[in-house]
């Protein structure tokens, strides 16, 4: 693995099915981020985490929730997925939360389709 | 409440300049990120300013004014390759960033 993965590429989902939505980053980041991408919208944060152990809420948090258990793994997950959950879900880390140049490294993206 | 704007498209010659605004308005101010995206791809790392002033790389320059609300991307010596959407980022007083629209960069031969 370098950098960082998701999982699954792209999905179409039924409404009322939960779905999971994996990301793994092998940098040792600190600090990892949920964002859904709509078309004509900036990227929307949905939750974060600072570190392993703590989860925050973003600006569109309402029907996801997030889990970190380790420093690696930040999966997202639709409870009872609905069609306005219809995006591209991209999943980030950075090195530390907080001041400086700390960039964002984003993975591939996760397409996914509720009908 | 927290505003992030961009022209939503432009179009460039190739080996042309072209700059890019960026004005917001957060609540806030802990530093600007300027991202690359190309279609269907993940957003990239360009350039972060949080001092007022200029910092370039390569052809690549981005300049801030913090008491105007303001920042731009420039871009010289367009190259094809350089079609892709460009976000602005303000990371705010709770040290989450804000992300504008993105602005579609069209580059024509």
């Known amino acids: 693995i370098a950098g960082i993965t998701q999982a699954p590429t792209s999905q179409i989902l039924a409404a009322g099915r939960r779905m999971t939505l994996r990301c793994t980053q092998d940098?040792?980041?600190?600090?990892m981020y949920w964002y859904r991408q709509d078309l004509g919208l900036g990227l929307r944060l949905i939750h974060y985490s600072n570190t392993a152990g703590t989860t925050g809420k973003g600006e569109v948090p309402d029907g996801y929730s997030v889990s970190r258990a380790n420093t690696d793994d930040f999966p997202l997950t639709l409870a009872s997925a609905v069609p306005s959950q219809t995006s591209v879900y991209f999943c980030a880390s950075s090195v530390q939360a907080g001041e400086g140049g700390n960039e964002q490294f984003f993975g591939p993206g996760t397409r996914l389709t509720v009908l | 409440g927290q505003n992030i704007d961009q022209p939503t498209e432009m179009t460039a010659t190739e080996g042309a300049i072209v700059q890019i605004n960026c004005t917001y308005q957060?609540?806030?101010?802990?530093?600007l990120f300027w991202y690359q995206q190309h279609a269907g791809e993940a957003p990239t790392f360009l350039s972060y300013?949080?001092l007022d002033g200029l910092e370039e790389k390569g052809r690549f320059s981005s300049f801030l004014s913090r008491s105007k609300g303001y920042s731009y991307l420039l871009l010289k010596e367009l190259q094809m390759k350089d079609s892709a959407s460009y976000l602005c980022?303000?990371?705010?007083?709770?040290?989450?960033?804000?992300w504008g629209a993105g602005t579609k960069l069209i580059i024509k031969p």
């Open positions: 300013n949080v």
């Open positions: 940098m040792r980041h600190n600090a």
């Open positions: 957060t609540s806030g101010f802990n530093g």
């Open positions: 980022a303000v990371r705010d007083s709770n040290y989450q960033l804000i």
